[in-house]
């Protein structure tokens, strides 16, 4: 298997979201997740209300029952919308969250697309929540 199969494979079990849908959902009570590194948020900016997550711990900080979950954000009852810079990492980050029973999808386009769009971004170097360190 290639990572184009790899990532055909992982699209098949999203019901992938564009950003409109995405700010739909999160004023509706979704969770919009930000696994971008920290370089991109600093030259690009970010979605308000969106949580920082760095990619090589978000398992870990989404378990609901894990010891290393993040309480703000580690529930099952809730969607979560993984967002990256463009829309492919992003997309295996949100089929692994599947795979731990969580209602989890990826936004189409990633975070370049949300601001193409027009949404809400917060300009560069305007401040953030911070990123979730790794333990």
Partial sequence: MNVDELLAEARSGLERV???????????????????????RS??????????IARNVLEWRLDPCGDHRDPAVAHADRQMIVFCDAGY?????????????????????????WREDGLPVTEAGGGSAGEQSPD
């Fill in 43 to 52: 030259r690009d900016g970010e979605i308000p209300g969106a949580h920082v």
């Fill in 18 to 40: 564009t950003p409109v849908q995405s700010r739909a959902a999160f004023d509706a009570g979704a969770i919009l997740i930000d696994i971008r590194p920290s370089e991109q």
């Fill in 89 to 113: 990492a992003s997309s295996l980050a949100a089929a692994t969250l599947r795979q731990l029973g969580l209602d989890a999808t990826d936004m189409i386009g990633g975070f370049q697309a």
